[in-house]
T-cell receptor, first 113, second 114 residues
Framework: GQQLNQSPQSMFIQEGEDVSMNCTSS?????WLWYKQDPGEGPVLLIA?????ELTSNGRLTAQFGITRKDSFLNISASIPSDVGIYFC?????????????FGEGTQLTVNP | SAVISQKPSRDICQRGTSLTIQCQVD?????MFWYRQQPGQSLTLIAT?????????ESGFVIDKFPISRPNLTFSTLTVSNMSPEDSSIYLC???????????FGPGTRLTVL
């Protein structure tokens, strides 16, 4: 199925640095979700966004629903080693029935202590 | 959030055999889905599990290969039939609860086909 354009594909950062990743699409979405997946685990929901322009925080994580409804970003502040993992964005289209999600390709984050 | 369990958590199977994966949720949910995640890849939707009726399959997935059952609002099974090494993946159950519009994933079943 259609994939979202998620970037960057991978990031290597030092502990304490801030991180930013984003997703873009040619389609309009009415919901954006951000997940983190650890090795051998299922994706865990981090933040859900429902309105254009919405800015939501969850601890050191902040995500925004783009005004155009075609993009979203996730920021992680003051990264720590346990932030390591794969981060996925996912969008639910306005016209999609059955609540199907479209997923980005993922951003692999590595944090060096 | 919804608590989702999957059985088995992992399995190693022989070519040509079938494996049934179970998904149990701790509360009633409106929608249940099955996803596949091939090594190093993103998640791909296999089908929507419909209670009391046939599942709705995505393009590229067919009922003969991936039969799905959903007898009630908290349980579903996915069978991977006549397996080949190309079926080696993580299979994930996912649910949406009414009024929340959030989607949660189970821990996954890691399948290796020899």
């Amino acid at each position: 199925g259609q994939q979202l354009n998620q970037s960057p594909q991978s990031m290597f950062i030092q502990e304490g640095e801030d991180v930013s990743m984003n997703c873009t699409s040619s389609s309009i979405f009415n919901t954006w979700l951000w997940y983190k997946q650890d090795p051998g685990e299922g994706p865990v929901l981090l933040i859900a966004l429902y309105k254009a322009g919405e800015l939501t925080s969850n601890g050191r994580l902040t995500a925004q629903f783009g005004i155009t409804r075609k993009d979203s970003f996730l920021n992680i502040s003051a990264s720590i080693p346990s932030d390591v993992g794969i981060y996925f964005c996912a969008g639910r289209k306005v016209e999609t029935s059955g609540s199907r999600l479209t997923f980005g390709e993922g951003t692999q984050l590595t944090v060096n202590p | 959030s919804a608590v989702i369990s999957q059985k088995p958590s992992r399995d190693i199977c022989q070519r040509g055999t079938s494996l049934t994966i179970q998904c149990q949720v701790d509360s009633q949910v409106t929608m249940m889905f099955w996803y596949r995640q091939q090594p190093g890849q993103s998640l791909t939707l296999i089908a929507t599990a419909n209670q009391g009726s046939e599942a709705t399959y995505e393009s590229g997935f067919v009922i003969d290969k991936f039969p799905i059952s959903r007898p009630n609002l908290t349980f579903s099974t996915l069978t991977v039939s006549n397996m080949s090494p190309e079926d080696s993946s993580i299979y994930l159950c996912s649910v949406v609860r009414a009024a929340y519009n959030e989607q949660f994933f189970g821990p996954g079943t890691r399948l290796t086909v020899l």
